[in-house]
């Protein structure tokens, strides 16, 4: 069964950073691409930042320079480094893997975890 659980959402203030954590389980992160997205209430969900199995990143505009997506295959764990947070910088966050195969591509997804930014 294939599990991805975030953590590391809270309460915080403005200009403050948090690091999130996304452990996987059932799949090994070495060979899928690792995207994390933010959803606010009434709104879709939008991409944050991803991360591909060679370790090449992007960023939504919002994100860049102040978000850092990371990973560590031999600890199954994919990491979100968001520093001088801004209240618009609150959602719930996922992080989905995604991998080719030779009927599709493959999602999974996490649960989410809530950041709050007070402004």
């Known amino acids: 069964q294939v599990q991805l659980v975030e953590s590391g959402g809270g309460l915080v203030q403005s200009g403050d950073s948090l690091r999130l954590s996304c452990v996987a389980s059932g799949i090994s992160v070495s060979v899928n691409d690792i995207t994390w997205y933010r959803q606010t209430p009434g709104e879709d969900r939008e991409l944050v930042a991803g991360i591909t199995t060679e370790g090449s990143v992007n960023y939504a505009y919002s994100a860049n320079g102040r978000f850092t997506s990371s990973r560590d295959n031999a600890r199954h764990t994919l990491y979100l480094h968001m520093n001088n947070l801004n209240h618009e910088d609150t959602g719930v966050y996922y992080c989905?893997?995604?991998?080719?195969?030779?009927?599709?591509?493959?999602?999974?997804w996490g649960q989410g975890t809530q950041v709050t930014v007070a402004s």
């Open positions: 989905s893997s995604s991998r080719s195969s030779w009927y599709g591509i493959i999602n999974h």
